[in-house]
């Protein structure tokens, strides 16, 4: 019986070793199934398209800043273009504003606040006169003598942002007295 014994124990030890192996090698190949499962997400790569990059590009830009102002040609040689442009300006509506007969009843002391737009092709516009009811009720034709004043102005570049002719708009403040 010894040797029946035997043989039965080698059989329950081989059994008991290969059914060991059989539960090793599914436990393992669960869990390389579960790795492989998880992992997928990692190949996975996001297209981003150029129209998405653009407007991510587009909300960064702070357009309230310029690289460069607009511009008169003849303010290309000048170092600080935006003070050579509104020194042009100002200048258009002395001479303009001077060769006016302009009476009034009362001395008139103010600072009139023009605020100017400049597409992005370079066409000029005034966008608004903001001043004093005294001086409104003073000089009544004042609106149409500052309009008037800047309509035959010179070619203007618009402003540059990034390589690229972008709108302005900005105040220019003149004094009449």
């Given at each position: 019986?010894?040797?029946?014994?035997?043989?039965?124990?080698?059989?329950?030890?081989?059994?008991?070793?290969?059914?060991?192996?059989?539960?090793?090698?599914?436990?393992?190949?669960?869990?390389?199934?579960?790795?492989?499962?998880?992992?997928?997400?990692?190949?996975?790569?996001?297209?981003?398209?150029?129209?998405?990059?653009?407007?991510?590009?587009?909300?960064?830009?702070?357009?309230?800043?310029?690289?460069?102002?607009?511009?008169?040609?003849?303010?290309?040689?000048?170092?600080?273009?935006?003070?050579?442009?509104?020194?042009?300006?100002?200048?258009?509506?002395?001479?303009?504003?001077?060769?006016?007969?302009?009476?009034?009843?009362?001395?008139?002391?103010?600072?009139?606040?023009?605020?100017?737009?400049?597409?992005?092709?370079?066409?000029?516009?005034?966008?608004?006169?903001?001043?004093?009811?005294?001086?409104?009720?003073?000089?009544?034709?004042?609106d149409s003598l500052l309009?008037?004043?800047?309509?035959?102005?010179?070619?203007?570049?618009?402003?540059?942002?990034?390589?690229?002719?972008?709108?302005?708009?900005?105040?220019?403040?003149?004094?009449?007295?």
């Open positions: 019986m010894t040797a029946v014994n035997s043989v039965i124990f080698y059989y329950q030890k081989k059994l008991y070793f290969s059914t060991s192996v059989v539960l090793s090698m599914k436990r393992l190949l669960l869990i390389a199934l579960l790795l492989c499962l998880t992992s997928c997400d990692y190949f996975n790569k996001k297209k981003i398209d150029s129209e998405t990059i653009v407007e991510e590009e587009l909300k960064s830009i702070n357009w309230n800043d310029v690289d460069e102002y607009p511009a008169f040609s003849i303010c290309d040689s000048s170092e600080n273009k935006k003070v050579c442009f509104e020194d042009v300006l100002r200048n258009r509506l002395n001479t303009n504003l001077s060769k006016q007969n302009i009476v009034v009843s009362e001395d008139v002391n103010d600072t009139v606040l023009l605020k100017i737009h400049i597409d992005n092709k370079g066409k000029f516009s005034i966008k608004d006169i903001i001043y004093s009811d005294l001086t409104k009720s003073q000089i009544p034709e004042l309009r008037h004043s800047l309509d035959s102005l010179p070619k203007i570049y618009p402003a540059i942002k990034r390589g690229q002719q972008v709108a302005t708009e900005f105040n220019l403040p003149v004094l009449i007295n």
